[in-house]
């Protein structure tokens, strides 16, 4: 459910046309640092510390606050 929230959801939240979205990522020139164990190891941090702190380690199903697409 994550990935739809970060591929589709908060896409959608933008309400801009889907050429203006592409338009304004490619102008955006970020270099990328560190290699894709870095990479996967900030999202579980930033997932773990941020949007999940409360997180224990049941089977419950987690609830993102509504309005978690605009503050991302």
Do not use: C
């Amino acid at each position: 459910m994550l990935h739809w929230v970060w591929d589709t959801g908060i896409l959608k939240a933008q309400n801009k046309p889907r050429s203006e979205l592409i338009e304004e990522i490619e102008q955006v020139k970020v270099r990328p640092r560190g290699d894709v164990v870095q990479w996967a190891l900030e999202g579980r941090d930033i997932a773990r510390d941020k949007i999940f702190p409360n997180l224990t380690k049941s089977a419950e199903a987690v609830v993102l606050p509504p309005d978690y697409a605009a503050r991302s």
